[in-house]
């Protein structure tokens, strides 16, 4: 396998070579190797939610003019998540707050529900990847304001490993927690006052699991809701989080688990809440399909 260190996330102008899709994926400077977090393979690749796949000569996509672009602007490799995150947060003012709620399309209260940080160099909003067992940041993602055509949206800080986004305080009076795909949605459902907690990706791996289950810990009774992304056709995004219902359910036989889909025309929870939708229409969507045991 190519050095971990050399993935690139793939783009509008270089989708993944297995999927097709512009965001979540990975490939290698030559383009013969991908991590693609939504087709399986044989190979799983934890630390990215992903599988490996070999990639034919005549498939592969060169991404060597799109990684000198976007050189500059990839992040340098920290030693301390948890320092680089609250500096971040420092840097988090009423103006760039305002400026990544415009771009999310959300209210800008709600970044007050997470440790959400901003990094001036990349112009970008920063979100942890957290563990509670021990309480750490252990990965770091940016997701840039104002993204030029073509040019990376997301960057992963290197040497991130992946965990959830998780709000500063439990509810603990809401039992029903909403495991979104990706920090966008996250704020979204959180937006509409539900408990939401964010998915590195659209798929889960066992520290994230271990995660949630230390999430709700102490929930009377936890309901787990797994949310899924609207992709069209090959419907990666919801086979991915029946996948991600099956293995929470497996580890957490306790807890009752539930899969929402936003309705089919609309792509996932933000662009629902976009839309109008409300805190009931989002909960009456949800479908229990594991009661607890």
Known sequence: MSNPHRWLRVTRALP??????????????????????????????????????????RQRRMPQAVRAKAKPTTPHAVKDFGAELRRCVEAFDARQRMRAA?????????????????????????????????PAAIGIRYRKVAPKPGALKWICEPNSTAGLLLPKHRPDHDDMIFA????????????????????????????????????????????????????????????????????????????????????PDIKDVRAWVIAGASREDVMNAAKEVRRAS
Do not use: Y
Request: glycine content about 10%.
């Open 180 to 263: 979104c795909e990706g920090p966008s949605d996250t704020l979204a459902a959180t937006q509409l006052g539900l408990h939401a907690v964010g998915r590195w990706s659209c798929g889960i791996d066992a520290r994230q699991i271990d995660c949630l289950k230390a999430h709700a810990a102490g929930l009377s009774t936890p309901r787990i809701v797994v949310v899924g992304d609207n992709d069209g056709e090959r419907r990666t995004g919801a086979r991915a989080a029946d996948g991600v219902a099956q293995l929470v359910g497996e580890a957490m036989p306790h807890a009752t688990i539930h899969r929402l889909q936003p309705p």
């Open 16 to 57: 993944c070579s297995v999927c097709g899709h512009p965001d979540w994926c990975m490939t290698s400077p030559f383009g013969d190797e991908v991590i693609c977090c939504r087709e399986e393979s044989k190979l799983p690749a934890p630390l990215f939610d992903g599988w490996f796949h070999s990639i034919p000569p």
């Open 102 to 134: 415009a771009s999310l399309g959300l209210s800008h209260e709600v970044f007050d529900a997470f440790p959400v940080g901003f990094n001036e160099t990349l112009d970008a909003m920063a979100f942890p990847a957290l563990q509670l067992s021990p």
